[in-house]
């Protein structure tokens, strides 16, 4: 692929922009700059440089993100900043596919809720992680304001029923983890489900991080960090 036509597929601007950026010097392929926009590449394995930071050539991006409280999963958020805002313009400005401008959240966490969230252009990705007909396994670490009782456990395993859906609506897994922390796992996402379900029986959350998304465990992303999903990653999201 010509060397304007990849900084364009991975969002750096018009093909003009582009052609810009390589022109003046900006754009570095093994170590070498190129000023020549025309120039081949081979887009295996290609890493690149734009303005001295590094880029792998990614067909459809995947990432992971540890959103912090205080943000929406919005493009247009209404009260708290965007999570977009965290990510580098490229992942933002990706060409658009079918109906899909840049990387896209995989479900949404409401803005007190922190942890664990997907992003990609990748809209038949985004549609199999959240049919409930793919179960994808999802752990939360929730802070109540009540102790956490056996009776609580027992009846978030057994299904409580929420006032949208008279089928009752059961944790996959729940453990209580300390008195005011219950570690709970969801297989399907309803809106607000993990505070309704707790608010059915007799609790409150008052802190909620997903830690979890099948066996892809949160771990070395601070607040506010994101990541390219490598093979292995998303190997550990099928259900």
């Not at 390589?22 to 093994?30: D, E, F, K, M, S």
């Not at 752990?139 to 009752?168: C, F, N």
């Not at 993990?194 to 607040?223: F, T």
Request: charged share 20%; net charge neutral; aromatic share 6%.
């Amino acid at each position: 692929m010509r060397l304007e036509d990849i900084l364009f597929s991975q969002g750096f601007g018009t093909r003009r922009v582009c052609a810009g950026l390589i022109q003046q010097g900006h754009v570095q392929v093994n170590g070498e700059t190129i000023v020549d926009a025309g120039q081949w590449f081979d887009l295996e394995d290609l890493r690149f440089q734009v303005q001295g930071q590094e880029w792998p050539f990614a067909a459809q991006a995947y990432v992971m993100l540890n959103k912090p409280a205080g943000t929406e999963c919005s493009q247009k958020p209404s009260t708290w900043p965007s999570i977009y805002t965290l990510l580098p313009a490229p992942l933002r400005q990706r060409p658009q596919k079918a109906a899909v401008q840049g990387v896209q959240a995989v479900g949404r966490l409401d803005q007190d809720t922190t942890g664990l969230l997907l992003l990609t252009d990748d809209g038949k990705f985004i549609h199999k992680m959240s049919s409930p007909k793919h179960h994808v396994p999802k752990v939360y670490e929730v802070t109540t304001k009540h102790p956490v009782t056996a009776d609580m456990v027992a009846r978030l395993l057994s299904g409580v029923v929420l006032d949208d859906d008279p089928r009752p609506v059961k944790a996959a897994a729940c453990e209580a983890v300390g008195d005011l922390h219950l570690k709970l796992t969801l297989t399907e996402g309803k809106y607000h489900q993990v505070k309704r379900m707790l608010a059915a029986v007799g609790n409150r959350v008052e802190a909620l991080h997903r830690s979890q998304i099948g066996g892809l465990v949160l771990s070395d992303l601070a607040p506010g960090q994101w990541r390219w999903l490598s093979e292995q990653d998303l190997a550990l999201l099928k259900p």
